[in-house]
């Protein structure tokens, strides 16, 4: 994780576009790839692994990018070829039966609806309980390394066998089990993010509160006062000052630059090149963010005598008390939010802010979020229209051409796999639309949420590595800093070990969705989860990334076959 390289692994170059920022690279698409992950000696997490930014997704009709795009006339051409392929099916039925559907799919959404509709209510109320579990732990009730980390994944793992344990007593067909296990997967993601960076945030506080009391006592004893200490910081920053205005000076001869031949460099006066080493210094101190001049710190006063700057001891002239002082900086800027309104924890610690989290399309949890400055409500029509409308689309497709062809035991397996796909990618892609299109960007309009990048071009991958992390980035987000990287910092192994562990993970819950779902125990999905491990590895092999087309073909073809092989074997055997 040191080098400039994504976190998920892949060693390829970050974008042309990607900006430097104080340790970090941040690309155009919004992502912070940090080179010094986490600050030795007081993280437990590696929060900073994703920035958000203003983004519009892919297929929003305001995307101005999306609109250049010289293939933006496929996007009509697909959703007027589905309009055309349901009326022809209505058409077809009526002609058959007299009725444009069957409707038998309907009885499965219709049974026992109520009760469903309760539960995921009851649901939704039960999460929460997170914001007094915050509190207790901000308020020292609760120590959240590691008595609260028990509690909290306790009552997750409770919750979920609660849910499953209903969903068999109801006797809830697929698609209501299916929802509800799903959501609830969802509602303990949103509230795992929300504990856990809470709880990280008390123990940040806690040492940064620990080490300006040690600052306060090694000032005392190298200068006898803490003034005194203050002072010769002063000095010991003038002379550094100095020292760069002189070298910069000397590294002129005849008012142009010494630089080495066959390079070309802008000329900057010495003044200009001491006010950006001194304004680069203190945004490397303070990483953008300001001291606090509220909170719960001992000596508060000291927040604010240096509220819009790093601690003045962190130019010392003692390196010991320079680098306490630095990493004193570094903590009280976690403590606060990158802006607008410069949101400091416990501050974020109450009922309205879960409430507006819980209506924000997204798994990770943060004091603040990029926000829009109203709600359109022909944006909200439009999503809205849009869900319903692609919903029948895909109800169509399964009603027509995925239920009557449900494979059995007697079937031929391969027959099954040729009716099976089409249908099943067609199904696919109008699911995908609806979620990360229409209900997400839904609510992110109605929460105010400016992020609006809930995929990337998927479609375009060249590896199943690439898929998974462009396909569904508010659970990717979630996975590489809850799982990944709080592995790594948490308990210290390796990356590829953490990326096991990720997987390891993701294949079970997507096993155990599958086995409420067809309430069959049976590892199909669970391996083919895994199996993605060696075939990381074969698409970072030269011939495959040299050649982007086979890639891609290669990802489509194993796309269209998995759909319907999980669906013969789930169902067949």
Not at 20 to 34: F, H, K, N, P
Not at 137 to 149: E, F, M, P, R, S
Not at 350 to 368: D, M, S, W
């Amino acid at each position: 994780m040191g080098e400039t390289t994504q976190p998920n692994g892949d060693n390829s170059p970050l974008p042309h576009a990607a900006r430097q920022r104080s340790g970090a690279i941040e690309t155009t698409d919004g992502t912070l790839y940090v080179s010094r992950p986490f600050r030795s000696g007081t993280s437990k997490k590696l929060k900073a692994m994703i920035t958000f930014t203003p983004r519009k997704s892919h297929f929003d009709i305001e995307n101005v990018e999306s609109r250049k795009n010289e293939f933006r006339g496929f996007f009509t051409l697909f959703w007027i070829s589905m309009f055309l392929l349901a009326v022809s099916t209505y058409v077809r039925s009526i002609d058959a039966t007299g009725m444009p559907l069957p409707f038998d799919f309907l009885s499965l959404f219709s049974r026992d609806a109520l009760n469903l509709a309760l539960s995921d209510f009851a649901l939704v109320l039960s999460t929460g309980l997170a914001v007094p579990f915050a509190l207790a732990i901000k308020n020292g009730y609760i120590k959240y390394y590691w008595t609260g980390v028990l509690i909290q994944h306790v009552w997750q793992t409770t919750l979920l066998l609660g849910v499953i344990k209903w969903t068999f007593q109801r006797n809830w067909p697929w698609v209501q089990s299916g929802y509800l296990t799903l959501h609830t997967l969802v509602m303990i993601m949103k509230v795992h993010s929300y504990v856990s960076t809470n709880g990280y945030l008390d123990h940040v506080d806690s040492q940064a509160q620990a080490a300006l009391k040690e600052l306060h006592r090694l000032a005392e004893e190298s200068d006898g006062s803490y003034e005194n200490a203050v002072t010769a910081a002063q000095v010991n920053r003038k002379a550094l000052d100095q020292a760069a205005l002189a070298s910069s000076a000397s590294s002129t001869r005849n008012g142009t630059p010494n630089v080495p031949d066959g390079t070309t460099a802008t000329y900057i006066d010495p003044a200009a090149a001491l006010a950006l080493h001194t304004s680069a210094t203190d945004v490397l101190l303070m990483d953008g963010a300001m001291l606090p001049t509220t909170g719960n710190n001992v000596l508060n006063g000291d927040a604010v005598k240096h509220a819009n700057g790093p601690h003045p001891l962190s130019y010392h002239p003692d390196e010991k008390i320079a680098a306490l002082a630095r990493d004193y900086s570094e903590m009280e800027a976690e403590l606060v939010s990158v802006g607008p309104e410069n949101v400091r924890w416990p501050q974020n610690i109450t009922l309205k802010n879960f409430a507006v989290y819980q209506l924000i399309p997204t798994l990770v949890y943060e004091l603040e979020y990029p926000r829009t400055d109203r709600i359109r409500p022909l944006y909200v029509f439009e999503k809205t229209v849009a869900t319903f409308g692609t919903f029948a689309l895909l109800y169509t497709v399964t009603e027509s051409f995925i239920i009557p062809l449900t494979p059995r035991p007697e079937q031929s397996f391969w027959r099954s796999l040729l009716d099976l796909s089409l249908p099943f990618m067609v199904a696919y892609l109008l699911l995908f639309y609806i979620i990360f299109e229409c209900i997400c960007n839904g609510f992110a309009e109605l929460s105010y949420f400016a992020d609006r990048q809930f995929y990337d071009d998927w479609w375009n991958s060249t590896s199943w590595e690439e898929f998974s992390r462009k396909w569904n980035k508010p659970v990717h987000t979630f996975l590489l800093r809850h799982v990944y990287a709080s592995t790594m910092s948490s308990y210290k192994i390796s990356r590829q070990s953490a990326m096991f562990l990720t997987f390891l993970l993701s294949a079970a819950v997507h096993e155990l969705v599958m086995a409420i779902v067809t309430k069959k125990i049976r590892m199909y999905l669970f391996f083919m989860q895994l199996a993605q491990i060696p075939l990381i590895a074969v698409g970072r092999l030269p011939i495959i990334k040299r050649n982007q087309l086979m890639g891609n073909v290669i990802f489509w073809i194993g796309l269209y076959a998995g759909f319907p092989l999980l669906c013969v074997a789930y169902c067949a055997y």
